[in-house]
């Protein structure tokens, strides 16, 4: 089992940055890979940055350039640092953790770009 808990989340400006940390209860390093989605209303949750045990990040086509997603294994923590927010940024953001052949989401947290 893997709890997750979500912070940083809020409103911010367009062009403005925020970073989302994602605290794991266990060991981050066990993991196969990490990773950030988002679900905006009524669209569907989708992959916006996801991390390895390796290091090998991916990102979604439409943060790229401006998102990074990096780890603190000794702080069991995954952060998301987003820069150059649009009004498209708008969604929740939820953390998830691939561990053991199980998928495990932290409870999200909400970020509006306002324009």
């Known amino acids: 089992q893997v709890q997750l808990v979500e912070s940083g989340g809020g409103l911010v400006q367009a062009g403005g940055s925020r970073r989302l940390s994602c605290a794991a209860s266990r060991n981050i390093f066990t993991m196969n890979d990490m990773g950030w989605y988002r679900q905006a209303p009524g669209k569907e949750r989708e992959l916006v940055a996801s991390?390895?045990?390796?290091?090998?990040?991916n990102y979604a086509d439409s943060v790229k350039g401006r998102f990074t997603i990096s780890r603190d294994n000794a702080k069991n923590t995954v952060y998301l640092y987003m820069n150059s927010l649009k009004p498209e940024d708008t969604a929740v953001y939820y953390c998830?953790?691939?561990?053991?052949?199980?998928?495990?989401w932290g409870q999200g947290t909400q970020v509006t770009v306002s324009s």
């Open positions: 991390i390895t045990s390796g290091g090998d990040r």
């Open positions: 998830n953790a691939h561990f053991v052949g199980a998928h495990y």
